[in-house]
């Protein structure tokens, strides 16, 4: 048996709440993307560099691409796109050839209302490409995203709208209402006397008048009515 290397972090386990359904399709083609190690590793460093400069440089080492190419075509994969500058192979196979070319039992599972295809365990590679592939996508297409949008609760009383009005305390006591009333008239009437004034015959020509804010007259005092007492 030839010897087998596990890509780091391919470690697959069951969704919560899913179940097996039983085995994928064998002859279900598919594609899978290998990602493949860099010449140089860490990040760029700060400044401009152009496409061919970074390919030169970060991309994929065209002998590590090659390794690869011939691990896929030695399983009857197809080899659809390589790519130094992104680093990566893809190839399509059916899920027959997937399952033996990295070592794993592809299922058919579901978990809610959503199913997928899935596997459990590590994805693994000849032990040549050790240290070559660094990553195997699309084996198991199960959703890797869930939606955060959360519906407001429903409100659950209504109101009439006699019970609305006694909230707002509304119609308001008469004695608050009197009051709301005379202000009301005080502005207006001091309003009157402070803007512009148009005279009849001086067309539309505005004729500014005698009274300006700080000269409006004072609130007339409250009248008190007061009776003898015999």
């Not at 919560?16 to 590793?41: F, H, I, N, Y």
């Not at 997937?98 to 579901?110: D, E, H, I, N, W």
């Not at 015959?201 to 300006?212: A, I, L, N, V």
């Amino acid at each position: 048996m030839t010897d087998r290397w596990i890509v780091p972090g391919s470690e697959r386990s069951p969704l919560p709440g899913s179940r097996v359904l039983g085995d994928a399709d064998l002859a279900e083609r598919t594609t899978v993307t290998l990602l493949v190690r860099s010449k140089e590793s860490g990040t760029p460093p700060p400044g401009a560099l152009s496409r061919a400069a970074f390919t030169e440089r970060y991309g994929a080492d065209a002998a590590d691409l090659q390794k690869v190419e011939d691990f896929a075509r030695a399983h009857g994969l197809t080899v659809v796109d390589s790519s130094a500058g992104r680093r990566t192979v893809v190839v399509r196979g059916t899920v027959a050839q997937l399952s033996a070319a990295f070592g794993v039992t592809l299922k058919r599972c579901q978990a809610g209302d959503v199913s997928y295809r899935g596997r459990e365990g590590s994805v693994s590679v000849p032990a040549d490409l050790a240290g070559v592939v660094q990553a195997v996508l699309g084996l198991d297409n199960r959703p890797q995203a869930a939606t955060r949008v959360r519906i407001a609760a429903q409100p659950t009383a209504s109101f009439t709208p006699t019970e609305i009005a006694r909230l707002y305390d509304f119609p308001r006591p008469r004695t608050e209402a009197v009051n709301a009333s005379a202000s009301s008239s005080w502005v207006a009437a001091s309003a009157r006397l402070i803007l512009p004034r148009i005279s009849p015959d001086s067309g539309s020509r505005p004729k500014t008048s005698r009274w300006f804010p700080s000269m409006a007259p004072a609130a007339p005092p409250a009248k008190i009515k007061t009776r003898t007492l015999k």
